[in-house]
Structure formats: C-alpha cells, structure tokens
C-alpha cells in the first residue's frame, strides 16, 4: 500500500490498546507518527519503538490549549498534518439511573469535547492542503443501557463525524472525515470488564461467536481509511463487528 508513505499522522490516546496499534501500523506502512496521549509511561515508550519518525506530545484532549500545542508541535517538527486519529477515550459503565451529572459530564468533556475540539483544529490545519480524519465511535453509538454516557458520547462523535465531512466537502477542502464502530476490542479498557485475563490466553479468533477483536483489526481498518485508497470514502460509519 503506499497510500500513507511519508504522511504526517497525529493518533491521539496512542499509549495504549487500539492507539498504540494505529501507531505502529501506521508507521510500519512508512507515516510519521505524533502520538498523543495523557500517559507520560507508555506513550514516549510507544514512540521510541518507532523511531526517528515518531513523536510523543504530552495531550489532553479536553483541553483546547493542549490541542493547540499539539498541532504547532507536529507543524514544527514535521511541517504538515495529512492525518488525524481522534481516538483517546473513556469508558464508564452505568445506566441512566446509576449515572450522575458529574460523571455525565466527565465522560463527555473527553469523548465528545474532546472529538469536538480535535476536528476542528484539525480541520483548521489541514483545510489548505487536504486530509483524513478518523474518529473513533463505537456500537455503543446505538444506545447501550448499562453505559448511557458513553453511548451518548459515541453518539455525539458519529453525528459531528457527518457534520464535519458534509461542511468540509462544502467548503472544497479535501479533508474527509469518517468512524469507526468497533464492538469489542481486547484492550486496557476491557479487560477489567472481563475479569483480567491474560490477553495471551482468550481464544477469541478460532470462536466465531466472539464478539471481540484484536487492536490490529481496528488499525487495518485506520491505515484504509488513512490512505489515499479510501479517497472516495467520507462520512461513513464503519463498523467492526462479527455480531450483525
Ligand atoms: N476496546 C473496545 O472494546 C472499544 C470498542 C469501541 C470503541 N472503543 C474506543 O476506542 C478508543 C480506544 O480505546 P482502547 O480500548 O484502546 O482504550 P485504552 O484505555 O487502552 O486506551 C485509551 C487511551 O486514551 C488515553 N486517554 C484517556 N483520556 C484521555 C485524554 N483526556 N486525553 C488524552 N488521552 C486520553 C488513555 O491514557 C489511553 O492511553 C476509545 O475511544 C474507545 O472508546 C473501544
């Protein structure tokens, strides 16, 4: 695929789980990396085992002025943005009874104003020359009962995803803008939910009823959607599920 040599990719949450994958994918197909994330232990870690081309940036994706030195970072070091992958998040589990507004809004403040404020600084950067934009959703976007935040924010980054890609074709700016709906995905933030297994011992590939993945199988789907092969498709929401 040459789809993503030498492009300029920021993957924000890449420490871990499915981020940390998107990194090393896209780097392994020839894209220079800046990863962002909160973790300050895995994510300059993520970083070096890349190399000369990758760059870890301290980011909170809540936080504006964090967006903003993100983006004059990845300018400075590398002189373009051609890519972004909104994909930093948090999951907390509870209906609408059990949820409180504290935690209704602490959910949202990351998974939707987080998503917000990087489409629109990515959008800002990338508008003159043209690009890809990545967002990651979930099924949860659908309406979970035992997750009403998290579904609600799911929800919120699926709609600012068409929003963005129908303003950004109006506009003749050459950014597509696309998500991505995994179902289970076997990382730090799911295993707690399953008990803790060591990942090493779920079987979850040879049983067809699985409903969970593998993070490379979500990063397949991000280098596609990265690369100049996916160029016709924007404002799609793309699932990644054996379930229906
Ligand atoms: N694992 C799944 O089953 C699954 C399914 C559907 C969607 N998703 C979504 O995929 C994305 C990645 O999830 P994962 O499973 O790899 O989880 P993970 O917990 O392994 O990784 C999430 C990363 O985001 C970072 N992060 C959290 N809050 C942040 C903030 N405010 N600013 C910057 N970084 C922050 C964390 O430090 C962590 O490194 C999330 O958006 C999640 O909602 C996951």
Redesign the pocket.
Known sequence: MEGVKGKVVIV??A?????REDALKLASEGARVVL????EDHGPAVAREIGKDALFVR????SEDDWKRAIATTQDRFGRIDGLVN?????LMGSVEDTTLEQWRKVLR??AD?YFLGCKYGVAAMKANGGSIVN?S?VAADGLPFAAAYSASKGAVAALTHSVAVHCRSCGYRIRCNSIH????I????LPLMGNPDPATINYAADPTSRFCD?GDVANLVLFLISDESRFINGAQMRISNAY
């Open positions: 924000t949450g420490a871990s789980g499915i981020g962002t994330d909160l973790n980011h909170d994706i809540s994909n930093a998040g948090i999951l990351v998974n987080g990651m979930s995994p179902d289970g995905v990382t730090p933030m799911t993070p």
